[in-house]
T-cell receptor
Framework: KNQVEQSPQSLIILEGKNCTLQ??????????LRWYKQDTGRGPVSLTI?????NTKSNGRYTATLDADTKQSSLHITASQLSDSASYIC???????????FGKGTRLHILP | NAGVTQTPKFRVLKTGQSMTLLCAQD?????MYWYRQDPGMGLRLIHY???????AKGEVPDGYNVSRLKKQNFLLGLESAAPSQTSVYFC?????????????FGQGTRLTVV
């Protein structure tokens, strides 16, 4: 069964600190993996998208990694800011049926 | 550039009432989608459309109907609302198949059925 599991469920860190969010998937055949940021009361906004051949991609202070062999991805946030408080959703695309599978998200709280 | 716009943003319905959620995109995208987001769950696909005049069922289509009469609009209808349909609904659009391309989401519609 195609699944996307994220951990932790929620995370609280102090402003300025770094953090790493995890995503494990069992989606097959794999097409690509995306990380979305969802602010409270808003729709998801894309941060990165990685295909099988890419193992790292950055977007400002956000760096995503992908290990297609172990089917794991991480999202690293550097020097966190209050505006980073949001849910971060890992989404994996299967290379058929036009399907994308959403993880449940990690809720990140940045404290001043 | 507005992107994907959903109306209304909030709505409270009584059980058995009907309503239509409107999604409009100004990016000339072929593909449009309706998702629901419930606490503790990932977004789930309700219905989608691969072009004007086409619709298809997603993962959780029961109790919903959709129409895509114009390329830029995708309507989601609830004919007889049930409390189980209390959720946040998101519309998304993409230029090509969503599995291969960027998807853009609206800001969501929070629906409560009492």
């Amino acid at each position: 069964k195609n699944q996307v599991e994220q951990s932790p469920q929620s995370l609280i860190i102090l402003e300025g600190k770094n953090c790493t969010l995890q995503c494990n998937y069992t989606v097959s055949p794999f097409s690509n993996l995306r990380w979305y940021k969802q602010d409270t009361g808003r729709g998801p906004v894309s941060l990165t998208i990685m295909t099988f051949s890419e193992n790292t991609k950055s977007n400002g202070r956000y760096t995503a990694t992908l290990d297609a062999d172990t089917k794991q991805s991480s999202l690293h946030i550097t020097a966190s800011q209050l505006s980073d408080s949001a849910s971060y959703i890992c989404v994996v695309s299967a290379n058929r049926d036009d399907k994308i599978i959403f993880g449940k998200g990690t809720r990140l709280h940045i404290l001043p | 550039n507005a992107g994907v716009t959903q109306t209304p943003k909030f709505r409270v319905l009584k059980t058995g009432q009907s309503m239509t959620l409107l999604c409009a995109q100004d990016m000339n995208h072929e593909y449009m989608y309706w998702y629901r987001q419930d606490p503790g769950m990932g977004l789930r696909l309700i219905h989608y459309s691969v072009g004007e005049g086409t619709t298809a069922k997603g993962e959780v289509p029961d109790g919903y109907n959709v129409s895509r009469l114009k390329k830029q609009n995708f309507l989601l209808g609830l004919e007889s609302a049930a409390p189980s349909q209390t959720s946040v609904y998101f519309c998304a659009s993409s230029l090509k198949q969503i599995m291969n391309t960027e998807a853009f989401f609206g800001q969501g519609t929070r629906l409560t059925v009492v």
